[in-house]
């Protein structure tokens, strides 16, 4: 545990900031878990409005830094051909 006033408050930021980004972490995974699901089950009548879900909370994450901007590109790259197809 942090014995100085200053790291108490850098860890409870810490903390915070944590959970906000696990967060955008989870909201990520869920997105692309539904259009995962999607393209398996091959329901194409609301894919749109998924990719867009995706495409936003990867794009969120990324801006965060929780993913790198590369990483992010390559998963909506990846996801949007495997809706497509």
Not at 4 to 20: D, G, H, P, V
């Amino acid at each position: 545990m942090p014995i100085k006033k200053a790291s108490k408050k850098a860890l409870k930021r810490s903390m915070k900031l944590r959970e906000i980004n696990l967060g955008f972490k989870i909201e990520m995974k869920k997105a692309i878990k539904e259009v995962k699901k999607a393209a398996k089950a091959g329901s194409a009548d609301n894919s749109e409005v998924l990719l867009q879900n995706m495409y936003s909370a990867i794009d969120k994450a990324a801006r965060r830094n929780i993913v790198h901007k590369n990483n992010a590109a390559r998963k909506k790259s990846r996801l949007t051909k495997l809706l497509s197809a």
